[in-house]
């Protein structure tokens, strides 16, 4: 009994390798507003819902003013600044940096009317960087302008110093203003350094024009940065929308895809309905788990 011929095993595909590249270590310069709206208050976090009673055998809770109202879920909770939210992103930024690599560095300045240098020396001590960041404080008055100029006259020669050594700058820019548009007179069209901004405002009204002012940031980041830079913006004033945008700055220049192509971080929510939606389109059991 003639038997069929068995068919030729299908090829195995091609491997896919990446071949490692090292990375060049970043000098980053972080430049804070300190305008008077860097003291605006964002909004309280949820409080906790008050489960009515207490178990004796809960674990005893730590004394003093930091738990005022704590477990009441009706004690009013301290307000919290941007300058002091900002300080703890900063913190944050630093040492989730130097985990990934020791070798990152930097330098810290603050914006009035101009820029003025807090921490000249590029440094990758993070006692260092915390004292800077602390050493940093909002005005009680407000800036009549805010010029760039001389913060892109510092990047361009750190960004020549940086190329010497075989780093890259960065400039990362937190501002606070809803009214007042950066200005600045800077025709070089050589581009050494990359330029990150994070702008924190008030929702649009009558008395402030925040758009106007994001459109400002965004020439200005397009006419100086060298490699794809990220302009993140929030009205919201929840201290949570910050942390999320300093984290994504986290990621190397080198290492970045388009902003417009930038999907993350997604809702979990939002991500498993959006799941069950597409299985349950394909006919697939979806779990109600």
Known sequence: MATEPTPPAA???????LPPVRLPPEDILFCVDVDLEALAEMKPAAAPASSGST????????????????????GPRPAVRRMDAVKQAVLLFVHSKLA??????????SLGETVSMVKKDFSSDASSAMEAIHSMSASESRFAMAD???LFKIAYQEGKRAESQGRILRVVLIYCRSSTKPQHHWPTKEKNFTLDVIYLHDKPSADNCPQKVYDVLVDALEHVSQYEGY???????????????????????LQRCMQDDLDFPKQVVKKTLADEAAQNE???PVSSQ
């Open 55 to 74: 178990s004796s055998t809960s674990s005893p809770q730590p004394a003093g003013p930091a738990r005022a109202g704590a477990g009441t879920g009706t």
């Open 148 to 150: 760039l100029t001389q």
């Open 231 to 253: 302009i993140l913006e929030t009205g919201q004033g929840l201290a949570r929308v910050l942390f999320r945008q300093m984290c994504i700055l986290l990621s190397h220049p």
């Open 100 to 109: 990934m690599w020791p070798d990152h560095r930097f330098a810290f300045a």
């Open 282 to 284: 394909d006919g697939a």
């Open 11 to 17: 090829a195995a595909p091609p491997r896919y390798s």
